[in-house]
Nanobody
């Protein structure tokens, strides 16, 4: 099992940047495919980005491609999301998650961190 704690959210003006961090417990962080998701008020949770455990390959939602970058530091058990050129529509609670190997599903979730982008 892995425990996840996000940080780095806050209030930023449109066009600004934020970097989210997700600290993971345990010594097997490198074995997890990790992802970032977000949920805006009144909307369903949506995929933002992922980082594969196998080769570190990344994937992004079309809405954030070219603006957000996911990265991981396996030595520090930490996942990051660098968010640039933020837009008001990026406002949401952002969650990091880890894939359970046996099911290939995101099974472990953090508590979330609020990102608010003002226009």
């Amino acid at each position: 099992q892995v425990q996840l704690v996000e940080s780095g959210g806050g209030l930023v003006q449109a066009g600004g940047s934020l970097r989210l961090s997700c600290a993971a417990s345990g010594r097997t962080f490198s074995s997890y495919t990790m992802g970032w998701f977000r949920q805006a008020p009144g909307k369903e949770r949506e995929f933002v980005a992922s980082s594969s455990r196998n080769d570190g390959s990344t994937d992004y939602a079309d809405s954030v491609k070219g603006r957000f970058t996911i990265s991981r530091d396996n030595a520090k058990n930490t996942l990051y999301l660098q968010m640039n050129s933020l837009k008001p529509e990026d406002t949401a609670v952002y969650y990091c998650a880890a894939v359970l190997l046996s099911t290939s599903q995101y099974a472990y979730w953090g508590q979330g961190t609020q990102v608010t982008v003002s226009s």
